[in-house]
């Protein structure tokens, strides 16, 4: 193998890397009112998914919903002191799934998009202790597009919530 080839090689692995950590990378969040609460182990957390984006099923919210409790309640920190409940409101403002194909064929078209307001909310009392907001989309082409879907962006979205109400950078 001479230098060019090792050369072209290196290029693609790097290109490749570099695509599939778009669609992985977690979105940072943008803050309405600051989270004055951090999510510590041992705390209760419920998650409720609501959409103002029609598109999205019911049943894709309440899977995002449990991804979402699944995720906080894994990158909890050990907390002190007695345990909290939480409860989490994600109200998705957008969604889009958009398109493999059309991904592929045209690099910035079918774009696939995951937006949404987080409030967290601590119970009994149901005082709000912090909101934000997360975006999410893809739109690179080729092939690594059209293996890309609407899952892999649900699960990049919960990993941002959790990391956010549990403030792990």
């Known amino acids: 193998m001479n230098a060019l080839q090792a050369l072209r090689r290196l290029s693609a692995i790097a290109a ?10 977690t979105p940072n969040a943008i803050y309405v009112s600051p989270l004055t609460a ?13 959409a103002t ?3 999205m099923s019911e049943e894709e919210r309440q899977m995002l919903g449990d991804q979402i ?6 990158l909890a920190q050990p907390g002190s002191g007695t345990p909290q409940r939480y409860e989490l409101e994600v109200n998705i403002t957008r ?3 958009g398109n493999g ?3 592929t064929a045209l690099p910035g078209m079918g774009q696939i998009h995951l937006d949404g307001v987080v409030a967290v909310y ?4 149901r005082t709000k202790v912090g909101e934000f907001i997360l975006n999410k989309a ?4 080729g092939l690594y597009g059209v293996r890309v879907n609407m899952n892999t962006i649900a699960s990049t979205f919960a990993q941002a919530v959790a990391k956010t109400v549990c403030q792990v950078r």
């Open 69 to 74: 409790s699944q995720d906080v309640q894994s």
């Open 138 to 141: 893809f739109f690179i082409g």
């Open 122 to 125: 601590q119970l009994p009392k």
């Open 101 to 103: 194909f059309v991904r």
């Open 53 to 55: 984006d029609a598109r």
């Open 95 to 97: 969604y889009s799934r």
């Open 16 to 25: 490749v890397l570099t695509l599939s950590s778009c669609a992985t990378s």
């Open 38 to 50: 951090v999510i510590n182990q041992g705390d209760g957390v419920t998650t409720l998914v609501t």
